[in-house]
């Protein structure tokens, strides 16, 4: 399987990369004879390491499903998926969990936040759950950097939208997984926020060096990415390097709008 892949952040010129995760001739298909839907048909693709890739297409085309195939939370019909050198697909649960909890990070639509807990313990309840010491000073960095170093003692009833969803991404971070994987992470914010949580993402990737594969259907999201993968009935049809929301927008609309599994 492909180690390294050519670098997306500098559109494909500047050298290549390591590869975050991949898949090969992956399938994932829903019941059988008659009523056997195929969500993934025979999917090849390579996620670069320390960029920003967004995955796009209609309603059912599959872009959810190969994200949760990716990041280990739903299985393959068959196929490989690795991430890093590691091959995720013929795990057991019980060392499946333990990968995505040590190596894998996750951003949804829903916070997810314990109402109990302040900020900063919601940050950093995952590695407090697994024995893990905080890493004070990579903490301080991801807290500065997603803009909450005023707001760590709040309860995320005390948080706005886009205040939470950054406690969501700093949560993500603050355990230094390998990748992170978004879906749909602003889906619940007004465009403001949306922007302010793009634009977090953005820096993770720029700054401290972050892998981060999100899905979205909205072309300003797909905006702060460096690559763009689209979907269309379970495939991968295109790809766009340092997309524009405009660009993105244009390509999408070339899609049919009806599919089959989201």
């Known amino acids: 399987m492909t180690t390294a892949v050519a670098n997306p952040r500098t559109g494909g010129s500047g050298g290549r ?11 994932k298909a829903y019941g059988s004879g008659d009523t056997r839907v195929v969500a993934l ?7 670069a390491a320390g960029a920003f890739t967004a995955i796009m297409g209609p309603s059912g085309s599959g872009k959810s499903t190969l994200m949760h195939c990716l990041a280990g939370l739903d299985s393959v019909t068959s196929g490989q998926i690795r991430i890093g050198d590691q091959e ?3 795990l057991k649960d019980k060392k499946l969990t333990r ?18 807990l302040n900020a ?6 995952p590695m407090d759950i697994a024995g893990r010491k905080v890493d004070q000073r990579w903490l301080d960095q991801v807290v500065e950097t997603v803009g909450l170093s005023g707001r760590l003692k709040h309860r995320p009833n005390q948080l706005s939208g886009g205040q939470q969803q950054r406690v969501a991404v700093a949560r993500a971070l603050a355990a230094r997984p390998e990748i992170i994987f978004g879906d749909e992470p602003t889906g619940n914010l007004d465009s403001r926020a949306g922007a ?8 993770s990737v720029d700054e401290l060096g972050q892998t981060i594969v999100m899905v979205t259907h909205d072309p300003v999201a797909a905006s702060y990415a460096d690559r763009v993968l689209y ?9 766009m390097l340092r997309p524009s ?14 599919g089959r599994v989201s």
């Open 17 to 27: 990369t390591a590869v975050a995760a991949a898949g090969r001739q992956v399938v």
């Open 41 to 47: 048909d025979r999917v090849d693709v390579d996620i």
């Open 88 to 90: 995720i697909t013929s």
């Open 99 to 116: 990968l995505r909890r040590d190596r894998i990070g996750f951003i949804f639509q829903a916070f997810n936040l314990l109402p109990t």
């Open 120 to 125: 900063v313990e919601n940050i950093t309840l």
């Open 196 to 203: 302010e949580v793009l634009g977090f993402l953005r820096r």
């Open 231 to 239: 979907l269309a009935d379970g495939r991968i049809v295109d790809e």
């Open 245 to 258: 929301a405009e660009a993105v927008l244009d390509r999408m609309k070339s899609f049919d709008t009806f």
